[in-house]
T-cell receptor, first 114, second 112 residues
Framework: DTGVSQNPRHKITKRGQNVTFRCDPI?????LYWYRQTLGQGPEFLTY????????KSRLLSDRFSAERPKGSFSTLEIQRTEQGDSAMYLC????????????FGSGTQLSVL | DAKTTQPPSMDCAEGRAANLPCNHSTISGNEYVYWYRQIHSQGPQYIIHGLKNNETNEMASLIITEDRKSSTLILPHATLRDTAVYYC?????????????FGQGTELSVKP
């Protein structure tokens, strides 16, 4: 069990550029979640996959954000035309069940938009 | 919005018990109390959860009042490695989508 892996750990980009983050969940965890966390705040839910199906999206997920989970394995989160307000920590979590005590988080990708 | 209220920060001496309070006066009958913590530069980590009985595991104890409107997380012998933000979350156990709603949490500083 190597845990949830997120890459890159840090990303610096210029406003208007596109960025993509990757999350590799724990093997055989069929549920995968993306959260966003800004400084001093708790994580905020963005979206949720069960296998390859994206089942729920938060209102926080604007049209510039898209997430995929091809074949129900790793997931990617893409932000198009980044804005300074997108600067945050993007956290991925995976779970083998829908029980809340079974969420395992990665260490996140810290995005800085200049 | 988060359904819980926690103090923004607390200090604790190393080796002493850390008692972290949480108010959840609007909790419904089927909702559980969950505690997660987040050490700096890491993702949140599950600690413990409970419905109405007190719970204990290798990490902590959870004391829930009889009316279930508040709870306390107890770290019996705090170490420097317990310095983290602690989140108290109220949620149904089976949460389709698993979207736990985190508040701002309590920043616990364990001091030598």
């Amino acid at each position: 069990d190597t845990g949830v892996s997120q890459n890159p750990r840090h990303k610096i980009t210029k406003r208007g550029q596109n960025v993509t983050f990757r999350c590799d969940p724990i093997s055989e965890h069929n549920r995968l979640y993306w959260y966003r966390q800004t400084l001093g705040q708790g994580p905020e839910f963005l979206t949720y996959f069960q296998n390859e199906a994206q089942l729920e999206k938060s209102r926080l997920l604007s049209d510039r954000f898209s997430a995929e989970r091809p074949k129900g394995s790793f997931s990617t989160l893409e932000i198009q035309r980044t804005e300074q307000g997108d600067s945050a920590m993007y956290l991925c979590a995976s779970s083998p069940t829908d029980y809340n005590e079974k969420l395992f988080f990665g260490s996140g990708t810290q995005l800085s938009v200049l | 919005d988060a359904k819980t209220t926690q103090p923004p920060s607390m200090d604790c001496a190393e080796g002493r018990a850390a008692n972290l309070p949480c108010n959840h006066s609007t909790i419904s009958g089927n909702e559980y109390v969950y505690w997660y913590r987040q050490i700096h530069s890491q993702g949140p980590q599950y600690i413990i959860h409970g419905l109405k009985n007190n719970e204990t595991n290798e990490m902590a104890s959870l004391i829930i009042t009889e009316d279930r409107k508040s709870s306390t997380l107890i770290l019996p012998h705090a170490t420097l490695r317990d310095t983290a933000v602690y989140y108290c979350i109220v949620s149904f156990r089976y949460n389709q989508g698993g979207k736990l709603i985190f508040g701002q949490g309590t920043e616990l500083s364990v001091k030598p």
